[in-house]
């Protein structure tokens, strides 16, 4: 089971004025480094945290705490309204499951995608939880997915990669964002508000993961309307994802790649052939339904043409399992990438 | 010019075992109150905010920024990356910036529409100003209208239900939420993904406006879409949209509205054939390039049928006019309030 760092320099450490590697030859360096095309998908329940990552730092959690109810007094946020000081301890809790997961999963994944609803939902204290736990992925060579699914027009577009990639100038000097290698993105809205992503993407050498067909039964009402011109909305959404990415030059991977809902097996073929450059990111694996083996057809451009996401399978292994939550989730971790890696 | 609250209790402060008041009314009473249909939105720019704003805040802002410091350092996230002090100062003078402005246009508006972008390229310092805008917001009688554009489904619908209106319960108690009174919701994901917003609003009195139609070229792309059954990608949100609604007892306004780019006033009416009893939420006002004078068929149901909502035109109006930025910015917002009042 691989451990090591990817080797790659994260981006946001960069600074240097040699433009970035391309997101495709990263992600398929990454997943070759680390032989696995994992990704540990981070959606913290406040009530289903791990006891002993908690036991374990106590002491940080309660300076956390302090410091954010501080914060919380200085704007006054503290008065009127109840239930504030519950999201400080929630977050740190938070925080310190997520370094016990990342720390028990991680050696066997290529990146983790915190899903950042999770972290939304605790305010701004959620929001250092969300910070630190990717600087924490980022410190143990994985790449980081942000699990935005952000979409919005022109300024807000870019308002948006920019907190994700950075490159937000101020007086103060510039804001450096969450320094993800990647976000996933909702392509309602069109290619003009889809670009912001993909230029701040492709500077930074990071990558966009536009939803193509997400694993919901209601995707059905939007994605799987048939056009008057033929074809379903999802290969419309496919066609503008092909046209928007860029190959990298050694992998032949996209920059620009699609959210690919693993329930519907059936539509995988179909989507390679419209987006043949573009790195599938395939959730629903494990608790929403999926199966590894239905997969093949994404991994047709290399094994990093297919990133195999899990969240609850692999943080509630313990609940079918006779050991602790950490050993448990490393070895449902362990278990996805050996499958995954067999079929690539 | 009509300053007072709209006196609504906040549903946030509520607590109260009786079932909130539903948003189409508190809506159109809080229109009828405050003699406003005039949104203001709040999209800071650390580059373009008011000096006399930041000035009057000096000694508030060293300290939050003193206490943001103390939260990166109990995690960390002061090593390594360089820019982490400019996010802190640009947070804090974000937050004295929109204090000016809620307190120079407030007062012709009756809810305020924080671009959650702006603030989440700061970082956990911008969502403290974020939280903090909001708070003040409140407490100057404004209904709050969180721009998240969000979208997910299952769990991650929920988590972002509940980081707009609140309702997790965590081991520690109940976490707050942003308490809005409002949110923006993306539904390409569909019914399932809409549900869990529609359902939290309700039992919080709150709403939700979904995008039926933006005002970006790029909108063509996708909601300009021509269906095989007939009509086009909007019309069919737009059915779903009506169908999720639920009409208040009082108003006859529904609790999910809809977003509608007012750069394309033709079609306005067609919409509200569609969704009849929806409040329409019109951005694109001012340096967008839409009239106000365009927008009648979104008046149909009453004046809080359409809600006008403008950003730069006001932030900036000091570009344009002769005077102080606080003081263009109110009068802005006053001239936009009497014509919009004058047509619905």
């Not at 069109?190 to 995707?219: C, E, I, Y």
């Amino acid at each position: 089971m691989p451990a090591a760092p990817n080797g790659l320099s994260p981006r946001a450490q960069a600074g240097e004025a040699s433009p970035a590697i391309p997101f495709g030859d990263r992600l398929a360096a990454a997943v070759a480094t680390r032989e696995s095309q994992v990704v540990l998908g981070i959606d913290p329940d406040p009530a289903a945290l791990w006891p002993a990552a908690l036991a374990g730092m106590a002491e940080s959690r309660a300076r956390l705490v302090m410091a954010l109810g501080d914060v919380e007094r200085s704007v006054a946020l503290d008065a009127g309204r109840g239930g504030r000081a519950a999201r400080l301890e929630a977050a740190a809790a938070v925080l310190a499951h997520c370094h016990g997961l990342i720390d028990a999963a991680g050696p066997a994944c290529v990146a983790v995608k915190p899903q950042l609803a999770c972290f939304e939902r605790l305010g701004f204290p959620g929001w250092v939880a969300l910070e630190a736990t990717v600087a924490h992925a980022r410190d143990q060579g994985l790449l980081v997915i942000a699990d935005a699914k952000r979409g919005d027009i022109a300024g807000s577009a870019l308002a948006y990669q920019q907190a994700v990639f950075g490159g937000l100038e101020t007086p103060h000097g510039a804001s450096p964002g969450l320094g993800a290698d990647a976000v996933t993105q909702n392509p309602l809205l069109g290619r003009d508000a889809l670009a912001p992503f993909v230029v701040g993407a492709r500077t930074a050498g990071a990558g966009v993961f536009v939803l193509v067909r997400t694993s919901n039964p209601g995707a059905a009402d939007l994605f799987d309307v048939e056009l008057a011109t033929g074809g379903k909305l999802w290969e419309l959404i496919a066609g503008l994802v092909a046209a928007a990415g860029t190959p990298g030059p050694i992998s032949g991977l996209a920059d620009v790649g699609a959210v690919c809902g693993a329930t519907v097996p059936a539509h995988l073929a179909r989507m390679r052939e419209l987006m043949p450059c573009a790195p599938f990111l395939l959730p629903g694996i494990g608790a929403q339904g999926g199966a590894v083996a239905d997969l093949a057809p994404a991994f047709a451009p290399g094994r990093a043409g297919g990133l195999v996401s899990a969240s609850r399978s692999i943080a509630n292994a313990h609940e079918t399992a006779a050991c602790a939550p950490a050993e448990a989730a490393r070895a449902e971790a362990e278990r996805l990438r050996e499958q995954a890696w067999a079929l690539g």
